[in-house]
């Protein structure tokens, strides 16, 4: 145990606790050796209870240093060991261990020896945070996750245009304060008050869509994946739903069908006043040509949007049409709802007056769309057409990012009941019926044509014998003719009266910051 000058004494043993007293007994006897004494543990290669004139402690010899971790007092040899190992393992994952020892030490001491407590301080148990792909695959699912799951199981049922604003009712803001809170902690008080907060910030059929698809995903949820979203463990009693989330509501048939001359109105005001007020562009030539033809025609806007130029052609008149100078607008199966081609025949004066609209786009040739998009080589937006109507009314369009100003209702001004794109359907129904042309109406808006003693429905049958068999153009044609020839009619008794108005005052715009650059396609 004799040791040189400068250097300490070792001693190699299995350290117990009567090692400790004996130092402590050299210490208070003043027998230590020298500088003083290291007792190195067999037990743990490195772990060293370093004992000098004045004070044991407890030292880790490591390949490039020698770390402290406490007072032979405070720190028992197990507790000594269990921080030697700790210390280790944060060298081995690269982490400097002094820190961590430190606060160990501190409270070993301030604990009284308490060494599962200050392990605890010094190094705590980090739970690795379960990712949103295993939570997912193994459970238990959030709110958030139900709700995505259940719309990538429903999306393949639902038509693509459609889709958006299906999920736009389980995405409600309302739902945010339950999205990361697990499905099985969700309670009827959390259901009913989103259903209500719902109602307070839109309206009772906005709530009553919403309860509708959140129980079909709730009960989508409970027959399919009780277990791993974690269903089956509910805090309370399940299927809460069916009977604790409901809605008393019941939808009233809506009846109105705007007259022509509030459709003629809308179109004269609509090139009347181009800029809107909500940032610095006009309406483009394509939205403005594309609600032109969405009123000419009573097509729906998703098959309108993507009308390509090539879709529309002369069309001869032994086809069908009662003369020269018509056109044919050809949509493929996929883009229309009842999933079959379809032809609509266009009269020459519905398509003069889209085409001198379109005259006015720069890029009108280069765009394979018939009405082109302002952005890009894309066609214009389905949603682009609400946007518009939404503008006329004086409503601000949601989501939009632009500064407030004032909008002006020139619906209201104009005595102009609000309508929406579906009710043009509506309209020409009406029409063509009280001229004893429902048959063409049903042919027109690609309706299967109903059960009728009109001449013209009996005389139609026998002249698709001549034509495509279903196509109908004839009886498309004189259906077209007439509804067309009204609009337009009344289009240009709309205009006379307001251009008898004062003109519109322009007002100075601040115009918005350059945007982004767009990549260039390769």
Request: glycine fraction near 8%.
């Amino acid at each position: 145990m004799a040791a040189s000058r400068g250097t300490y004494a070792r001693e190699r043993a299995r350290l117990t606790a009567e090692h400790l007293k004996k130092a402590r007994r050299m210490i208070d006897s003043g027998t230590v050796p020298g500088r003083g004494i290291d007792f190195c543990d067999d037990a743990f290669p490195g772990l060293v209870l370093r004992v000098t004139p004045a004070a044991g402690n407890w030292i880790l010899k490591l390949r490039m240093s020698t770390l402290r971790l406490g007072d032979m007092a405070s720190v028992s040899v197990a507790a000594a060991r269990e921080a030697a190992a700790r210390a280790r393992l944060d060298v081995k994952d690269g982490r400097d261990p002094r820190q961590d020892v430190a606060v160990y030490a501190h409270a070993m001491v301030t604990t009284g020896g308490d060494h599962e407590t200050s392990a605890d301080a010094a190094w705590p148990v980090e739970v690795e945070r379960q990712s949103d792909e295993d939570r997912r695959r193994h459970g238990p699912w959030e709110w958030r996750d139900l709700v995505d799951l259940f719309l990538e199981e429903k999306r393949p049922d639902l038509d693509p245009g459609y889709f958006p604003a299906y999920a736009s009712y389980l995405r409600h803001k309302a739902f945010d304060r339950i999205a990361r809170r697990p499905v099985r902690e969700v309670t009827a008080t959390d259901l009913q008050g989103i259903r209500n907060e719902i109602i307070a910030a839109n309206s009772r059929s906005a709530a009553a869509r919403a309860v509708r698809q959140g129980r079909e995903m709730l009960d989508w949820a409970w027959s399919n994946h009780s277990g791993v979203s974690g269903m089956a463990k509910a805090t309370e009693k399940w299927p809460l739903w069916r009977d604790q989330w409901t809605i008393r509501y019941k939808p009233s048939k809506r009846r109105h069908a705007p007259e022509i001359d509030e459709l003629a109105r809308t179109l004269a005001v609509a090139e009347r006043y181009r800029t809107l007020g909500q940032t610095e562009h006009a309406t483009a030539p394509g939205t403005l040509a594309m609600l032109w033809f969405t009123v000419l025609t009573g097509q729906r806007t998703g098959a309108v949007a993507e009308t390509a130029r090539l879709d529309v052609a002369p069309i001869p008149e032994d086809a069908g049409v009662p003369g020269p100078g018509w056109r044919a607008v050809t949509w493929s199966a996929g883009v229309m709802k009842e999933d079959r081609p379809f032809v609509l025949p266009l009269p020459p004066g519905a398509w003069y007056v889209i085409d001198r609209v379109l005259a006015e786009d720069p890029d009108r040739e280069t765009n394979r769309w018939l009405f082109p998009s302002i952005r890009g080589d894309g066609h214009v937006g389905q949603g682009a057409l609400n946007a518009l109507l939404y503008r006329l009314r004086g409503k601000k369009v949601t989501g939009s990012t632009v500064t407030a100003r004032p909008l002006v209702d020139y619906f209201g001004i104009h005595g102009i009941r609000p309508w929406t794109l579906h009710d043009v359907r509506r309209a020409i129904t009406t029409f063509l019926s009280d001229h004893r042309l429902g048959g063409a109406a049903s042919a027109i808006l690609d309706h299967e044509a109903g059960v009728t003693e009109d001449e013209r429905d009996r005389r139609s049958a026998v002249t698709r014998l001549h034509y495509d068999r279903s196509q109908r153009i004839p009886l498309k044609s004189e259906g077209m003719a007439l509804w067309v020839d009204a609009v337009l009619e009344a289009y240009e008794n709309e205009r006379a009266a307001l251009a008898a108005l004062p003109a519109p005052v322009t007002r100075e715009r601040t115009k918005r910051g350059p945007g982004r650059a767009q990549p260039t396609a390769p």
